[in-house]
Nanobody, 123 residues
Framework: QVQLVESGGGLVQAGGSLRLSCATS????????MGWFRQVPGKDREFVAA????????YYADSVKGRFTISRDNAKNTVYLQMNSLKPEDTAVYYC????????????????WGQGTQVTVSS
């Protein structure tokens, strides 16, 4: 079993930055692909970013490419999402996920999910 706990969400003005953290516990963290998804009320959860075990490959949604950076610290069992140049349309609940699926952009590739953290970007 893997437990994931997100933190770092909050309210920020457009153009600002936030860094989300996802602390993990349980099984060997370094064996899992880690991803970030987000969801707004009434819409499906959407992929934001993911990285592979060794961080040799990263994946980003087109909407966040160049603004968001995903990284992990295996020694701390933590994955991060640095969000810069935030826009009001980035407002959502952000979820951390861990899995071994082959398609990092899809929810079905992830077996474990955190409870989510709210990010609100004001205009």
């Amino acid at each position: 079993q893997v437990q994931l706990v997100e933190s770092g969400g909050g309210l920020v003005q457009a153009g600002g930055s936030l860094r989300l953290s996802c602390a993990t516990s349980g099984r060997a963290f370094s064996w899992y692909r880690m991803g970030w998804f987000r969801q707004v009320p009434g819409k499906d959860r959407e992929f934001v970013a993911a990285l592979t075990w060794t961080e040799s490959s990263t994946y980003y949604a087109d909407s966040v490419k160049g603004r968001f950076t995903i990284s992990r610290d295996n020694a701390k069992n933590t994955v991060y999402l640095q969000m810069n140049s935030l826009k009001p349309e980035d407002t959502a609940v952000y979820y951390c996920a861990a899995g071994r699926g082959l398609a990092p952009q899809t929810e079905h590739s992830y077996d474990y999910w955190g409870q989510g953290t709210q990010v609100t970007v004001s205009s």
